[in-house]
């Protein structure tokens, strides 16, 4: 019997998963929200990230309160011209 793991389910990859902090984007409402030391477990051979239920509640709480610990930050934006195919 082949007993191997896949740790990751976006490729076959067998090493393990890693324990990291990471910035994490979401957007709501037309609104972007930027997360920094997001707790993440990452693939070490294609960068997918894993976020666990409880930390992703806890994020879209925060945003759906407008918590205090938010806090506005300046940025730029700029969309390049999509070409007519
Ligand atoms: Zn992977």
Do not use: K
Not at 4 to 21: G, I, K, M, S, V
Not at 43 to 69: F, K, S, W
């Amino acid at each position: 019997m082949n007993e191997r793991h896949f740790p990751c389910e976006y490729c076959d990859t067998a090493l393990p998963l890693q324990a990291r902090r990471v910035t994490l984007t979401l957007q709501r409402n037309g609104r972007w929200y930027i997360f920094e030391n997001v707790p993440a477990e990452v693939c070490p051979n294609c960068g997918h990230r894993y976020y666990d239920g409880p930390t992703l509640v806890q994020l879209e709480r925060l945003i759906e309160e407008q918590a205090d610990q938010l806090r506005p930050v300046e940025a730029w934006a700029f969309s390049l011209p999509v070409e007519a195919l």
